[in-house]
């Protein structure tokens, strides 16, 4: 069974696992399943907006379709999110990634 699937049986006992969904979403992208993954994420910064790490895929994959303000906002997002909660790591890579959009 490939990964996806996997996942996605996963997810049928807790469809609002945020791990899981960030997994899928990851997969998703692997596969060129870009708007499932854009879903995922989205879905996952609504529910769970402390959810640091999906912050810097979705806007990853808004940069590489071409969304660069809409990636822009969620840097900026993910960079507050990350201050709060002291992951300096999470916010480097954010604003690292953020400064790299806006000045490039």
């Known amino acids: 069974m490939d990964r996806i699937q996997k996942l996605k049986e996963y997810l049928q006992a807790n469809d ?3 791990f899981l969904q960030h997994a899928l ?3 998703y992208i692997k596969t060129g399943g870009e ?3 854009k ?3 989205i879905e996952i910064l609504l529910r769970e907006p402390t ?3 999906s912050y810097y895929h979705l806007a990853k994959l808004l940069e590489r379709t071409g969304e660069k303000e809409k990636a822009i906002n969620i840097y900026e ?3 507050i999110q990350a201050k709060k909660a002291g992951d300096n790591h ?3 890579e954010l ?3 953020f400064e790299e959009l806006v000045y490039e």
Do not use: P, T, W
């Open 35 to 37: 708007e499932e993954a």
């Open 77 to 79: 997002k993910g960079m």
């Open 51 to 53: 959810y640091v790490g």
């Open 16 to 18: 609002k696992d945020s």
């Open 95 to 97: 604003q690292g990634a």
């Open 39 to 41: 879903k995922l994420f």
């Open 90 to 92: 999470s916010y480097n």
């Open 25 to 27: 979403a990851l997969e």
